[in-house]
C-alpha cells in the first residue's frame, strides 16, 4: 500500500470511529433530550400513537384521560370536569402543554428512564406502550366548593387551600377558567380557532388566578408585620402600641388613617390617639398602628420576615412555576408604613396567602407545596412518592401561638373583622383562625377594592387540617367577599374527611 493510500485508509478509519462514538453518545446520553426537542418530528407523532397516562386527584377521581379517537386513528386527551380543574391540569395539545401536563410530561407520556424497564417488557410482550398515572394531592370536594364560590361572586379570583402539616395542595381554583377540551382537539384548523378565541376573550380565562398572578395583600399581610414584631422579642400580643385616628408619615402629606377613618379604640382610648394592646389592633385591623410598626420595625426586618413566609422567591414550583410574590426593601418610612399594612408594591398570589396561615397553623413551620402526590407505573408500580419537605421556619412555635390566637381573635370576638363571615355560627361550629384584607389595587373597574382572606381550621385544636387563601379582585371588604369562600372549602374538606 503506497502511502497516500495508508492515509486516506487511516482517515476513514477516524471518521468511522468518531461516527461509531457519536452514534453511541447520541443514544445512550442524548436521547432523553431529543426525544422531548418540540421540533422532533418523529416525536411528535409518536405521542398520539401511544396512551397518555391519567391524571387524578386525591380521592380518585379521574380528571384526565386519553383514548383512541376512531376517526383519527389517535390517542386524544380528555378532562371531564372541563374547566373546574383546568388550573390544575393545564391542557394537552398537538402545539403546546401547560400545566401539570406539562411538568409531568415525561412521566405522563411515557418517556420517562424510569419507565424504560416497563416500556421494554412491553415491546417483547407486544403490549401498547402506555403513559404513568399521575396522582395529585387535590381533593374534589374541596376543588367543586372552591370553583363553585368563586363562579357564584362573578368576579375574577383565586383560591388555594393546603395542609399546614405537609404541604400538600388540596385545592387549587380560578375564575373565570376554560375548559381543556378545546385545547385537546387533534385538529389543528379548529384548534388554532379555539385558542385564538380564548386568548382574545377579555376575562382572560387562560391565566390562573390561583398561581400565574398576584394582588395587593392588603390587611393580610399584618401576619408578617405582627410575627416580625413578636419575634423581635419586644412585643407580646398584649403589648399596647400606639393607636393614632391618623398617623402622620415623614414627607407624605396625606396621613395614614384606619378604614372609614375611624378610631383604633379599646374603650380605654377615648381621644382616639393613645394605646391598644396589640391582639386588638390585629382583631379590629387597625392601620394606624401597623404602619407606625412597620416604621419602627423597618424594611430589613420586614423583608426577611416576608422572605421567611416565601415571598421573593422566584424558584417557587408545585411543580410547574407560580408567579413571585413581592415585597421590597422599603427604606424610605412612608412606604415601610404602607408596606406592613399589605399597601404600596406588596404583591401575593392566593398560594402565597394560604402559605401566610399555613405556617402559622403548622407551629411557625412553612413546608413546601407540592401537587404531585405519587406517580403510578402502568402495571401499578411505585415509581415516585412526595416526601413532605420544609420550605422555611417563618417563625418559633411560641410567636406562631401569639399569632394564632390573634387570628382566632379574627373570626370569634364580636369586635373581630370576619366575626359574621367566618365565626362559629357562620362556619357551622368550626373554630377558623383567620385575617382579612380589603385591598387598594388603583386599577379596578368595579371601583371596589380586591378582597383578601387567609385562615386554617380547626384553630382550636393542636392539628389543623387545612389552610386556605382567598383573593377576589373587586370584591370589596376581604370579610364580605373572601371569607365565606374560604369558610365553604373548609366545610366541604372537613366534610370528606368526616370531621365537620
Known sequence: MNRALRRVSLICLVMFVALLVNVNYVQGFEASSLASEPHNGRTFNAQ?????????????????????????GEFQRHYPYGALYAPVTGFDSIFSQTGVEQAEDKQLSGNDPALEVHNLIDLITGKPKKG????????????????????????????????????AILALASYPSF????LATLDGTQLTKNDEALLKDPNQPLLSRATGITFPPGSSFKIVTSSTALSTGKYTQNTRVFAPTQLHLPGVSQPLINFDGEACNDGSNPSGNGTVPLIFAFTVSC??????????????????????????????????????????????????????IGQESDTVTPLQEAMFAA??????????????G??????????????????????????AGEVKQMMINVTQSPSGTAHLSAG??????????????????GVNNSGLDDAVFT??????TGNPQIAVGVIVKGGGQGADASAPIAVAVIKAYLNSLGKG
Not at 405556617?359 to 404531585?372: E, H, R, S, W
Open 424 to 441: 362559629t355560627q357562620a362556619s357551622g361550629g368550626i373554630v377558623i383562625a383567620g385575617k382579612t384584607g380589603t385591598a387598594q389595587n
Open 132 to 167: 404513568a398515572t399521575v396522582e395529585l394531592t387535590i381533593n374534589s370536594a374541596a376543588q367543586q366548593a372552591a370553583y363553585n364560590e368563586l363562579k357564584a361572586s362573578g368576579k375574577q379570583g383565586g383560591v388555594v387551600a393546603l395542609d399546614p402539616q405537609t404541604g
Open 374 to 399: 405519587k406517580v403510578t407505573a402502568p402495571d401499578l408500580t411505585p415509581l415516585a412518592t412526595t416526601t413532605p419537605t420544609a420550605l422555611s421556619h417563618p417563625v418559633t412555635p411560641a410567636v
Open 455 to 460: 385562615c386554617f381550621a380547626p384553630a382550636n
Open 48 to 72: 398520539f400513537q401511544f396512551q397518555r397516562g391519567s391524571i387524578i386527584t386525591a380521592d380518585q377521581k379521574v380528571i384526565a384521560y386519553s383514548s383512541m379517537n376512531k376517526a383519527a
Open 359 to 372: 405556617a402559622i397553623a403548622n407551629n411557625g413551620t412553612l413546608m413546601k407545596p407540592y401537587l404531585v
Open 287 to 340: 392601620n394606624t398602628v401597623f404602619g407606625n410598626l412597620g416604621m419602627k420595625l423597618g424594611g430589613t426586618k420586614l423583608k426577611a420576615q416576608a422572605d421567611q413566609f416565601g415571598m421573593n422567591n422566584p424558584n417557587l414550583t408545585i411543580p410547574f412555576p407560580v408567579a413571585e410574590s413581592n415585597f421590597p426593601l422599603y427604606t424610605d418610612a412612608a412606604q415601610q408604613a404602607g408596606g406592613a
Open 179 to 182: 375548559d381543556p377540551n378545546l
